[in-house]
């Protein structure tokens, strides 16, 4: 059995605002990376014990070398660091057998602990007309690969977004919201307890799961924060702005396609100053 975690940091364990989530903020940061090691610890020693015999985990937040491989569990090996084409899902191909996505936020524009959509341009996302936060957006790119979505940990919104695309995904809830940047969160033990419940869980489970199917070609639109930003990423060859709009659209003929022009646009859009 071959497992593929996708690891971001908002979700993950006594993390509730901005501080634990980027260098500058010092001791918090320093925090945030070891809390953030020991939940995916605790993922992979459920995982191991339930019979893994590969994993690969993927550090998918900000510049992407957040977990600390010294304290990381030895049957894992990590991805880490950045630039990639495939973000936070860099790594994954129909070689794995199943997908958890670790340490995950619900989307910009919603309720939930530190929510966005992939970077602070994007208000919203839509592949085929449904809105996607950065659960969706990988869980479609997961189900291009055939590779279903087994496990999601994070707030307890996230685990109800994720179980609106994925009705029988395992939910590990380490917190309950109060505010976007407020938490109610699990002990330390009891959220490493829930965590590994609910892999051994996510992996019995697994055959029952379907991969997320969702037939090419793939209409992205992107609703921008400003026109703006949509204008810099109509940059793309083959987008399409309306003008006046700050929405772009464009088609994708399969799942790395689809992500690596959302990334163009993306880092097209964050070059865009305001006064
Ligand atoms: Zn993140």
């Known amino acids: 059995m071959k497992l593929f975690i996708s690891a971001d940091m908002e979700g993950i364990s006594g993390i509730v605002d901005p501080s634990y989530l980027d260098p500058k903020y010092g001791v918090n940061y320093e925090r945030g990376r070891r809390l953030m090691t020991d939940d995916v610890n605790a993922v992979i020693e459920a995982a191991v014990e339930s019979g893994a015999k590969e994993i690969i985990v993927?550090?998918?937040?900000?510049?992407m070398n957040n977990i600390l491989i010294e304290h990381l569990h030895p049957k894992a090996r990590l991805l880490s660091g950045s630039p990639r084409d495939h973000s936070m899902m860099q790594g994954l191909d129909s070689s794995f057998d199943a997908a958890f996505f670790i340490g995950y936020h619900t989307r910009h524009g919603v309720p939930g602990v530190l929510s966005h959509t992939m970077g602070r341009p994007i208000r919203n996302l839509y592949i085929n007309g449904q809105v996607m936060g950065e659960f969706g957006f990988n869980a479609v790119y997961a189900g291009l690969y055939g590779v279903p979505v087994c496990l999601v940990s994070g707030d307890n919104l996230v685990a109800a977004e994720a179980k609106e695309l994925i009705p029988g995904i395992s939910t590990?809830?380490?917190?309950?919201?109060?505010?976007?940047?407020?938490a109610l969160c699990l002990s330390l033990e009891e959220s490493r307890q829930e965590l590994k419940n609910k892999t051994k869980e996510a992996l019995e489970k697994r055959p029952q799961l379907s991969p997320v199917n969702v037939q090419a070609?793939?209409?992205?639109?992107?609703?921008?924060?400003?026109?703006?930003?949509?204008?810099?990423?109509?940059?793309v060859p083959g987008?399409?702005?309306?003008?006046?709009?700050?929405?772009?659209?464009?088609?994708?003929?399969?799942?790395?396609?689809?992500?690596?022009t959302m990334r163009a646009m993306l880092n097209l859009a964050d070059t865009v100053e305001f006064a």
């Open 58 to 63: 993927t550090d998918s937040h900000s510049g």
């Open 172 to 182: 590990a809830v380490v917190k309950y919201a109060q505010s976007r940047t407020a």
């Open 217 to 235: 070609p793939l209409t992205c639109k992107i609703e921008f924060s400003h026109a703006g930003e949509a204008e810099m990423a109509a940059i």
């Open 239 to 260: 987008s399409l702005y309306e003008a006046g709009s700050s929405e772009v659209t464009f088609v994708a003929q399969n799942q790395s396609e689809l992500y690596r």
